[in-house]
């Protein structure tokens, strides 16, 4: 079969595809990647075939949370640096999710921030598919091309996750709001987007658009959210991008080895970092560690000289770092979580706040597999310290981190869900084309 996959143009969303697109070109099926032109290059570094849709993006120069920026006439503006937490899609206190707050959610993310990363390549996306037929189309589950698309061009769609399915989880509670509403008073800010989007293509809005006909999800299934969507489970396999393995990581630390890394996408995306990096480097050089951590030419700059017993590397892949590690201090991002999870690892989150950084702190620190900061714009170097003494003094963290790795490893490999994704394609594709324009 033809496999279409697309996420808007960032590298972290994209490499969550990575081994499964693989996965299905291994199996001999046709796999072909589209974004924006931003991520073309990165797309063909995997030895993917790439499709360039649209405009580019320019998602670091152009942020699309700028309208809620308060401005200097405007007192009612929202700081960009707090909005995402007074809507927050990845809110679970089911006291906080009331009705108009779930409205609030979709009325902000759907038009806005789902709009404002499709738009910019709807059309194209719509036409290549038409013209390439796919069978199925795999799609980010922030990048509403892909269903879009697919109901234009006939073709099955499912979602892949990158982290919790926050969309599938406020979905519900929000669909079960309008539910209790009287029907002239049911306002779906996402049906009525998407309504007016398919329209352009001449298709119908369906509750499928919204979610996908099924689900492909790398999260354990120990930490997944409850929702009504077909889910299949999938094994998280790290995926760092091309790299070379650094010849110091095959020597045996004499000290514990913990990993210090903000990841990539809030460099790109942000031009800086949610927490301080100074606080966090502080935090290290009064243990008898050895640190690696993750840090680019700005950060290095605005840090200045480094404790002796901290290495700063620009990059290194994490799949291969973090066996040598006991433990490992990030932001929440997808990457480095689930990484960390696969290897075992005892996190401490610094949540960048943002999607499910918090929640996934929330999940780590109940499960006892790590800890987090509580506020990630006042903690100080001595309370990160302290916490990592106890990450590094407890083994119980480390068995409970184990867990997680031997669930992962227990769960079907992207090869291994191809049967599966074969099947559901056959049973949703419609095939009904139209010739495009």
Known sequence: ???????????????????????????????????????????????????????????????????????????????????????????????????????????????????????????????????????????????????????????????????????????????????????????????EWLSWTLGDYDREFTEDTVLGQWTIDPVPTSMALPTATTRVPVRYVPYNGPSTIPGWIHEKPSRPRVCVTMGVSQQEVFGKDRASLQEIITATAELDIEVVATLNARQLAALGELPPNVRAVDFVPLDALLPTCAAIIHHGGSGSFKTALAHGVPQIIVPAMLWDTVRKADLLTEAGAGLRIEDPDQFTAAELRELLSRILNDPSYARQAARFRQEIRATPAPADIIPTLEGLTAHHRTGVVTRAR
């Open 1 to 191: 079969m033809r496999v279409l996959f697309t996420a808007f143009a960032t590298r972290s969303h994209m490499y969550a595809f990575v081994p499964l697109a693989w996965a299905l070109r291994a199996a001999g099926h046709d796999v072909l990647v589209a974004s924006q032109p931003d991520l073309v290059d990165d797309i063909q570094a995997t030895g993917l075939t790439a499709v360039g849709v649209g405009e580019p993006l320019n998602l670091a120069e152009d942020m699309i949370f700028e309208d809620l920026a308060p401005g200097p006439d405007d007192p009612h503006g929202v700081d960009m640096n707090t909005w995402p937490e007074l809507l927050d899609i990845g809110e679970t206190s089911l006291e906080r999710i009331t009705d108009d707050y779930a409205q609030g959610v979709f009325a902000a993310y759907g038009p806005l921030i789902f709009h404002s990363l499709s738009s910019v390549m709807m059309d194209e996306m719509v036409d290549f598919a038409r013209w390439w037929k796919p069978d199925l189309i795999i799609w980010d589950t922030m990048t509403y091309a892909g269903p879009v698309a697919a109901k234009a061009s006939g073709a099955a769609h499912a979602r892949l996750l990158f982290g919790l399915d926050l969309v599938g989880w406020m979905r519900q509670h929000h669909l079960a709001a309008l539910g209790r509403r009287h029907p002239a008073l049911r306002d779906d800010p996402m049906a």
